[in-house]
């Protein structure tokens, strides 16, 4: 483990039990089969392949986070971020940029390959992980089943029964899913902007319910009687939790690993796919040190490539290579269907007596469920906001059936994808938004927060998403089990998958999906 740790730290991470202790991650060039990404698809194809005894490379851009910094801690609170909190930034980019119109949210920091990337297009941005294990190291870990008649909605020929009598259970078995003790919400301090939240909600005759989450809710409720150190009590989240939180890396890849048929290279980005004449993928990828300088650039090839680099990582892969001629029979619909879940950020202001408190959990537990609202449906997340400061200020994150979608085009001078996303598109979702909480502000006499988002004075942001999904829509892009068409053996396992919207957290339907694709992709397709 310590050269593992030690690996990891000096960016030449190839994590693995029989490898852990090599002094190169180039020694491995080709594997019978390669992921591209350690997000939730990437790990579920991972894990798969690895209990079929496919011996299998996983390429990850991001640093293993496994290494104590200087404070003993592998990853920094949102309220101290420092060089580990973002990817190669100067100063941080957190989703709110002011407070009372004050820049005294972000931070200066050292250039590093942190966590936390914000990905920059025209009119939006993409909050993505970078690490071993992805997205899962900085989202609020909320675990949601999507309600079942908007799965068929988006998945029409997909088996509802199969996915959720088997798949969606698998899922949240695997990824650690549970829910908070009803009692202790009740009772606990460090809920109370969430019990204010549903008054407000409650006043208007709206329902709230709570949703299951990845975050150990006995390890919370430790965390606040003093008998375990403090993580989602002690302002971790969107930077990495410390304690807690089961991670893929603690789940999925960790029994990946434990197959002994596993590899993991890190900081190493895919840029290339190419096909050779007898079938193999070729893959070129740069790796990094923690400079972000390309120290080599590396080639690898594999019969069987899943592609699990997320909704902006695999659909750029494949648009490249379709618009390059590396691939060209891919499909038109490659790089289309793109959404943002219809995410948008809004606050509102309580009252004096309507407090939330000083101390706030990091992890979300409860939304309004607005959904079955034929007329506006919106699903919205009461997230937490905590400064260690009386604020009187509810946050929440709204997901909205917003149906604009757009496309990726890409540009050969910069050798990127390029996404058609407009500010227009972004208003249906902030009037759908504004619809519900006209109605709450309305019943409880109060007000939005005008200060929190820029001093533009928006009341809603709607210039980022958490949830970015779409690109290779499964059906479309893919069959209907993620085989890409137009190229056996070439897989897409995540969020690219999904078209765009799906009405809660994404992750667990990501993960639920890649399960079934790989099911039957070991059934069918690598049986032989």
């Not at 990946?256 to 079938?279: F, P, Q, S």
């Not at 893959?283 to 699990?308: H, M, N, W």
């Not at 019943?443 to 779409?470: C, E, M, S, V």
Request: charged share 20%; with cysteine.
């Amino acid at each position: 483990m310590v050269a593992l740790q030690t690996a990891a730290a000096l960016g030449l991470g190839r994590v693995g039990l029989e490898s852990a202790h090599a002094a190169e991650p180039d020694a491995v060039d080709t594997a019978p089969a390669i992921v591209v990404g350690s997000g939730y698809g990437g790990a579920v194809a991972a894990l798969r392949l690895g209990q079929a005894g496919i011996r299998t490379l996983v390429l990850e851009m991001g640093r293993l986070w496994n290494t104590p910094g200087s404070d003993g801690k592998v990853f920094c609170s949102t309220s101290a971020p420092d060089q580990r909190s973002m990817w190669f930034r100067t100063r941080t980019e957190a989703p709110l940029a002011t407070f009372l119109w004050l820049d005294v949210v972000n931070k200066d920091i050292g250039r590093y390959p942190g966590v936390l990337d914000r990905v920059h297009f025209d009119n939006m941005s993409v909050y993505v992980g970078r690490g071993v294990g992805g997205g899962s190291l900085v989202n609020g870990g909320m675990a949601v089943t999507p309600l079942r008649s908007y799965f068929g909605e988006q998945f029409p020929t997909v088996d509802a029964a199969e996915m959720y009598g088997t798949y969606f259970p698998r899922a949240r078995s695997m990824l650690g899913v549970n829910t908070i003790d009803a009692a202790w919400f009740e009772s606990t301090e460090w809920y109370r902007f969430a019990r204010t939240s549903r008054k407000a909600a409650a006043n208007t005759g709206l329902r709230t319910t709570f949703v299951p989450n990845v975050y150990d809710f006995d390890h919370m409720a430790r965390e606040a009687a003093g008998t375990a150190t403090r993580s989602a009590l002690a302002g971790e989240v969107i930077y990495g939790n410390n304690h807690g939180k089961r991670s893929l890396d603690k789940t999925y890849l960790a029994a990946a690993l434990g197959t002994g048929n596993v590899t993991i290279n890190t900081m190493e980005r895919v840029k290339e796919i190419h096909r050779a004449a007898d079938g193999t993928y070729l893959l070129t990828a740069d790796r990094i040190d923690t400079t972000g300088t390309v120290v080599e650039t590396k080639q690898y090839s594999c019969a069987y490539l899943f592609l699990g680099a997320g909704s902006l990582g695999t659909t750029e892969l494949l648009l490249r290579a379709r618009e390059t001629g590396a691939l060209p029979a891919l499909d038109a619909s490659v790089g289309t269907g793109w959404g943002t879940n219809g995410n948008v950020m809004l606050g509102r202001a309580n009252h004096l007596w309507d407090t939330v408190g000083a101390n706030e959990s990091t992890i979300p537990v409860m939304g309004i469920d607005d959904w079955a609202n034929t007329d506006n449906p919106v699903f919205a997340e009461i997230a937490p906001l905590p400064t260690g400061l009386e604020h009187w200020i509810s946050l929440y994150l709204a997901i909205t059936k917003n149906p604009e979608r757009a496309s990726f085009s890409y540009d050969p001078a910069t050798d990127s994808a390029r996404l058609g996303w407009s500010a227009a598109q972004s208003a249906v979702s902030v009037s759908m938004a504004k619809k519900l909480f006209d109605r709450i502000n309305s019943a409880n006499a109060t007000i939005y927060r005008y200060d929190l988002f820029g001093a533009t004075g928006k009341a809603f942001a709607d210039d980022f998403t958490y949830h970015p999904l779409g690109g290779c829509v499964l059906g479309r892009a893919t069959d209907d089990y993620g085989r890409v068409k137009g190229y056996a053996k070439l897989y897409v396992t995540d969020g690219s998958l999904v078209p765009g919207s799906i009405g809660v957290n994404p992750f667990l339907t990501i993960t639920a999906l890649a399960e079934r694709t790989m099911t039957r992709v070991l059934a069918e397709d690598t049986a032989s």
